[in-house]
T-cell receptor, first 113, second 113 residues
């Protein structure tokens, strides 16, 4: 079974500071994809960043980057220079073969002005 | 020109009623999904369809019945609504190609009174 664990139900960060959200997953597959989605109060699910398991290089998207540790099955999200608009729920997701996606329980991020 | 659209956005109904949520995607994707997001924000897959065929049916009460008339549509019908069915229901689609993300609709907030 594939499971995704986010151990931090809530996190807070000062505006302009850096915060890291944790995610671990369990799988027996070697080829898979990992994602971070953001859900602001508007409820819309927005893709933040994606990582291919066969790529060793960590993905980056502007202020967002990941620390992908395949052997440890860890996929953390780093948000640099945090902005008020980053306040949201963040979900880690795992995509296995067969095009199925599984989500973690989410981390609620508060950005303090 | 919304990619994944679901209607209605809000649905308030009484226990015991039957209701439907409609979903349409204009992206030409092969796979469509229904996810349920409960009050704790946990996103759980309910159903997955690939080209109108059911692929995943997680442990969901048989009061929930998905219907896919064509690969662009996946509707969700719920019979005999219960209080515990109150949640946000998300429709999503994916092209099925490796690494592609999930494209989400804006969600339907169902409140059962």
């Amino acid at each position: 079974a594939q499971t995704v664990t986010q151990s931090q139900p809530e996190m807070s960060v000062q505006e302009a500071e850096t915060v890291t959200l944790s995610c671990t997953y369990d799988t027996s597959e070697s080829d898979y994809y990992l994602f971070w989605y953001k859900q602001p109060p508007s409820r819309q699910m927005i893709l933040v960043i994606r990582q291919e398991a066969y790529k060793q290089q960590n993905a980056t998207e502007n202020r967002f980057s990941v620390n992908f540790q395949k052997a440890a099955k860890s996929f953390s999200l780093k948000i640099s220079d945090s902005q008020l608009g980053d306040a949201a729920m963040y979900f880690c997701a795992y995509r296995r073969t067969g095009n199925q996606f599984y989500f973690g329980t989410g981390t609620s991020l508060t950005v303090i002005p | 020109d919304t990619a994944v659209s679901q209607t209605p956005k809000y649905l308030v109904t009484q226990m015991g009623n039957d209701k439907s949520i409609k979903c349409e995607q204009n992206l030409g994707h092969d796979t469509m999904y229904w996810y349920k997001q409960d009050s704790k924000k946990f996103l759980k897959i309910m159903f997955s369809y690939n080209n109108k065929e059911l692929i995943i049916n997680e442990t969901v009460p048989n009061r929930f019945s998905p219907k896919s008339p064509d690969k662009a549509h996946l509707n969700l019908h719920i019979n005999s609504l219960e209080l515990g069915d109150s949640a946000v229901y998300f429709c999503a689609s994916s092209p099925g190609e490796k690494g592609e993300k999930l494209f989400f609709g804006s969600g339907t907030q169902l409140s059962v009174l």
